[in-house]
């Protein structure tokens, strides 16, 4: 095998390669718009809701009461494109924001602060009995099936000792939001009831209420402002272990070298000889000695200093870490942490040390992600990732539905965490009870997709495996690490394959010399992930259980053989801009006998994606697409046309990352070598904030292999954003412009092992006046490369 020794690229895009968004053709009205008649129809209806709507606003005033009305919006299921959802806020928008959030898939939340807001609204419905109606008014009407006034979203059947959580709508405006939140705080004082304000994100105004009885109780659901009512979440871990008989030699840091640190969220570590070396010298707790019970989190940090060691297979390539005990969950034996509270004391955590830029986080909840709304768990942890500049490596959870020959739950709530990298378990092996084959996905790790099909988990690592004896209770295939008395432990699930992902960011954190980026780090493990040989499966079965697959040791994503080449363009992408690079360095030597190109290109976009909290199901709020592949020629266009604003562009383009030109027959064998990295997904016009693709060119039909491999051919890499129209309102509001940050990684690799591919593009690069440049390493790390 061929030394891997040829670091990565970065490239930078040049000037010509910006182009502006040129504009669209002619709008037709769709097809499932209304008749004239069923049009005025609905008007008439929607005006009588509004109406009843005026009539209460009306009634709040005289009661001093000026919280604005909501009414919620149903939508017909073939209007909810980003194109459809404009009509429909022009006609709620009056000059500010009213369509203030979703609910579910198909409904949208509407403001109306007075009764002067909804003449105003109304007007703009009954333009559609003007003799000519605008496109406008007849698409957003007809998108319309039903008008409501909002009533609280109750999830819950409370007794007095039931710990409630309250969320209030958010208005899209601090002061609504303001003088809600001191009337609801007033409500709870006049009446007696203990609140706490949790703290979960800016954008989400959130209490914890106890004590409260069924008459409050039923007094609460009628506070004006309340969007949803359930109970608080209570947070637990299992701690059951099985104790070994396994010697295994104590590491000590070597002298002189900068170890990288890994912030564990956890119950914490305790100081035993194999990891006393390893623990920062610094600490955090939130708890007293004595309500601290250590396993969870020592299990959690052996693995991360000695998982490699303790399997016997370099699935890390990392050293060592240093250990910075973040003890943020007391023992659950002596008391109960809420949700709002381990909130708490991980941001607490985070924000006073947040020179520590990779957390572990292997706690989680037994409550499944939802399929549209995304958890306020989720929310809260994107938040304190952005506003720290941090990486959090999150457990997937664990479920325990192989052992009643159930489905596999999907991922829990807080895992469908956006900004975080989130790790599902693979088993190590295999023996005569266990359910999974080996290399396969654990019995108990849970699955994806998260909510609006958030691919979930982004990678898998091992965790262990589990069966059933002849009895049908659970047996697990453990794997190890310490227990609080220094013994080593054996333990299954996902808090136990997280951290090796944790180590691995760590360690390739460590050793780039570059500014800390959690992007660039999530692209390239999630670039480096391939699945298993053993998972013969589907891809979109992979993609469920095992998100982008089981990421590669720190050496192997660092470093290229000279058949293979990687680069990587990070950059901002703002609206009205795209990149379009016609000049790509895909190397000419990779073309067969028969003169056509070969090999195989993998692509990994990961993304820092607008997140909007009142949202819903578009919590994300903008997305990158990407196209690559082959044209034939550059062409002069004429900028003299109102819709073409740039002067080159290139014919016969074919996208490669298309599904469309591989055969039906490539896609579905899973059975060669090829298959265990192909990914043949069709993202569509899905906000993902990660997409990856990995094409090998012989899987393409015969006929397209003639029109779009067939030599000479030029390369091309465009990448295109899309900003969904709450943001775009918002922004213009604002006096800005939306923008987003990517990471974009490529590699090509020459199947035939033909020719030195990683010089060729080099010199392409320097050919076509790109600025790039090698990876940049620590000098102590290619010291003990070298060694």
Avoid at 151 to 166: F, G, N, R
Avoid at 330 to 346: F, M, N, S, T, W
Wanted: some cysteine; hydrophobic content about 35%; proline content about 5%.
């Amino acid at each position: 095998m061929a030394e891997r020794n040829l670091p990565i690229k970065f490239f930078q895009k040049r000037q010509k390669d910006e182009l502006d968004t040129e504009g669209g053709g002619e709008r037709r009205l769709p097809k499932w718009v209304n008749t004239p008649s069923e049009l005025q129809e609905k008007v008439s209806y929607v005006s009588n809701v509004l109406t009843n709507i005026s009539r209460s606003l009306a009634e709040k005033v005289n009661q001093n009461n000026y919280v604005p009305s909501v009414v919620k919006v149903k939508l017909n299921e073939e209007a909810l494109a980003k194109s459809h959802r404009k009509e429909i806020a022009t006609l709620f928008n009056i000059g500010k924001i009213n369509m203030i959030g979703i609910a579910g898939e198909d409904e949208v939340l509407v403001k109306i602060d007075s009764q002067n807001d909804v003449l105003s609204i109304l007007k703009k419905f009954e333009n559609i009995n003007d003799a000519f109606p605008s496109f406008s008014t007849t698409v957003g009407v007809s998108a319309i099936t039903n008008v409501e006034e909002f009533k609280p979203v109750i999830d819950v059947e409370p007794d007095k000792e039931t710990v409630l959580k309250l969320k209030l709508i958010n208005y899209e405006n601090n002061e609504l939001n303001s003088i809600v939140t001191k009337q609801f705080e007033s409500y709870c004082d006049d009446k007696k009831l203990r609140y706490e304000r949790a703290a979960y994100s800016g954008d989400l105004n959130i209490y914890r209420l106890s004590d409260v009885t069924q008459d409050a109780f039923e007094e609460l659901k009628n506070f004006d402002g309340v969007q949803l009512i359930s109970e608080m979440p209570v947070y637990d871990i299992t701690l059951d272990e099985i104790m070994e008989e396994k010697q295994i030699p104590v590491k000590v840091p070597k002298e002189g070298v900068n170890y990288p640190v890994v912030g564990v969220l956890d119950t914490g570590v305790a100081d035993i000889p194999h990891l006393k070396p390893w623990l920062h010298k610094n600490s955090f707790s939130k708890y007293h000695t004595n309500d601290v019970d250590k396993s969870h989190g020592t299990f959690v940090a052996g693995v991360l200093i000695y998982g490699d060691e303790l399997e016997g297979q370099g699935y890390t390539g990392v050293e060592g870490c240093k250990i910075f005990e973040a003890i943020v969950m007391p023992d659950i034996k002596k008391q109960r942490i809420y949700e709002d509270e381990l909130i708490e004391h991980i941001r607490e955590a985070i924000g006073k040390n947040d020179e520590i830029k990779i957390w572990n986080l292997s706690l989680g909840t037994s409550m499944e992600a939802d399929h549209h709304e995304f958890s306020d768990f989720a929310k809260a942890l994107d938040e304190i990732q952005e506003h720290h500049d941090v990486l959090i490596c999150k457990s997937a959870g664990n479920c325990d539905a192989f052992t009643r020959s159930a489905p596999t739950k999907r991922i829990s709530k807080s895992a469908d965490t956006v900004r975080g990298l989130v790790v599902g378990s693979l088993t190590h092996d295999k023996n005569g009870t266990d359910i999974s084959d080996k290399h396969t996905p654990s019995p108990f790790s849970r699955k994806g997709p998260g909510p609006a099909y958030l691919i979930k988990p982004d990678v898998v690592h091992i965790g262990g495996n589990a069966g059933l004896d002849h009895r049908n209770n659970p047996v697990y295939n453990h794997v190890y690490s310490f227990a609080p008395d220094g013994r080593v432990a054996g333990k299954v699930g996902t808090s136990f394959s997280t951290p090796r992902v944790s180590a691995i960011a760590a360690g390739l954190d460590a050793m780039i010399s570059e500014k800390f980026n959690p992007l660039l780090l999530k692209a390239l493990i999630i670039h480096s992930a391939k699945y298993p040989p053993e998972m013969k499966v589907a891809i979109a079965e992979k993609i469920d259980t095992a998100g982008f697959g089981l990421p590669s040791n720190v050496n192997e994503i660092l470093f290229n053989q000279p058949n293979e080449i990687t680069l990587i363009l990070q950059d901002t992408l703002e609206r009205g801009n795209f990149i379009d690079i016609l000049d790509f360095p895909f190397p000419p030597s990779m073309v067969d006998e028969e003169g056509y190109h070969y090999g195989e290109v993998t692509v990994t976009l990961v993304t820092a994606p607008i997140l909007e909290v009142s949202q819903g199901a578009e919590y994300c709020q903008s997305n990158i697409d990407v196209m690559f592949g082959s044209y034939d020629e550059k062409v002069a266009r004429d900028t003299s046309k109102a819709t073409i604003k740039n002067p080159i562009g290139a014919d016969g383009r074919q996208n490669v990352l298309s599904t469309a030109v591989y055969s039906k027959k490539a896609s579905h064998d899973v059975t060669t070598a090829f298959a265990s990295e192909r990914m043949l997904v069709s993202y569509g016009d899905k906000y993902q904030p990660v997409k990856k693709w990995c094409v090998n060119f012989d899987d393409f039909t015969n006929a397209n292999k003639e029109k779009y491999l067939k030599g000479p051919k030029n390369w091309y890499l465009k990448l295109e954003g899309l900003f969904r129209h709450f943001t775009e309102t918002k922004c213009e509001a604002q006096k800005i412009t939306p923008s987003h940050e990517f990471c974009l990684v490529i590699t090509i690799k020459d199947t035939k092992k033909r020719g030195n591919i990683y010089n060729e593009v080099t010199h392409l690069l320097d050919n076509f006046s790109f600025v790039h440049t090698n990876v940049k390493l620590k000098e102590e790390v290619r010291v003990r490369l070298n060694q």
